[in-house]
């Protein structure tokens, strides 16, 4: 599955640093506009994994300020140029990210049209993505043949679909579904169930079965749901819960957990799984020295891709 992070969300329109075409973008390809305040609008159909960064959040705990300049490196370097950071700005992020159809979508709320714009016709060193643009539509090209295609539906509020071949049609389309998922009960269930005020959030769509595929692929036996939240306050904290087929799955997924658990003990400062009948429970804490070592990892692991 793409990088799930806020990473992942800007992976591509904060590393553009390639010369770009025809000088501005039309005010907006939807005029209407979809009711964002759904945090299932815009989400596609045929998601499978629905997860969301609540970026105002973030920016509450004191552990933000030390570590944002990181996340900003990590998303783009190019943004430290220009002086645009657009974590000032963006209140939420959702996302719809089907499986195996290849075209998830972004919904970004808070994102200033005109400084993002800006930004990207601010001449940068060459980097590893390149922008283009067609009217409404701002195309950023990875040389790893990512392509993720972004518009904005008003001044402060885009869209982006990615990553395999979306095009101007496709995203045309996308911001005029609505919110079909609302529609799936379970899911929504699913959804209001989450730990409040976590930081990001991450939801499988129940009886989805390329995620009970995925997931059997990785652990050996296949999974209904999977539920995780993460926490950043003074300290980090990530509660997650997959769903079995049955209790003799989930006792065997722990049991597997148990010999990885050990060399994660540098890394935090509590990791407790357990089998409640047919759902493994995972809860994670980690101290701001503990997150200094795994951000540097992260960092060094991403510098050499």
């Known amino acids: 599955m793409r990088r799930f992070a806020v990473v992942l969300a800007f992976a591509a329109c904060h590393d553009a640093g390639q010369p770009v075409v025809q000088p501005a973008v039309a005010p907006s390809v939807a005029a209407a506009g979809p009711d964002l305040r759904d945090p299932f609008a815009l989400m596609p159909s045929d998601s499978d994994v629905l997860f969301s960064i609540d970026v105002a959040a973030l ?54 049209r005109d400084k993002l714009l800006h930004c990207l016709h601010t001449p940068t060193p060459e980097t590893a993505t390149a922008v283009t643009f067609d009217g409404d539509f701002i ?13 904005f539906v008003d001044a402060h509020n885009a869209v982006m679909q990615g990553s395999t071949h979306p095009t ?32 990001v959030s991450l939801v499988s769509r129940p009886g989805s079965q390329a995620f009970a595929k995925m997931m059997e692929q990785k652990t050996g036996a296949p999974s209904r749901s999977l539920a995780a939240t993460f926490h950043l306050t003074d300290h980090v904290e990530v509660h997650a819960a997959i769903v079995l087929s049955n209790a003799d799955d989930a006792t065997a997924i722990v049991a597997q957990m ?29 101290t701001e020295d503990q997150l200094k070592v795994l951000t540097a990892l992260v960092k060094r692991a991403i510098g050499s891709t």
């Open 258 to 286: 148990q010999p990885r658990i050990a060399g994660l003990k540098p890394y935090v400062d509590r990791f407790d799984e357990h089998a409640e009948s047919d759902t493994v429970r995972i809860d994670v804490s980690m």
């Open 59 to 112: 920016r509450r705990s004191p552990l933000w300020a030390k570590y944002k300049s990181s996340v900003v490196e990590l998303a783009g370097p190019s943004f430290a140029a220009c002086g645009y950071d657009p974590f000032d700005d963006i209140t939420l992020i959702t996302a719809g990210m089907p499986l195996e159809g290849q075209l998830g979508v972004f919904v970004i709320r808070g994102l200033d």
């Open 139 to 151: 195309t950023f090209t990875n040389k790893s043949g990512t392509i993720n295609l972004m518009t």
């Open 168 to 199: 101007k049609e496709t995203l045309t389309q996308a911001l005029k579904v609505g919110a079909p998922l609302r529609k799936d009960a379970d899911l929504v269930a699913a959804f209001d169930k989450l730990a409040p005020n976590a930081a």
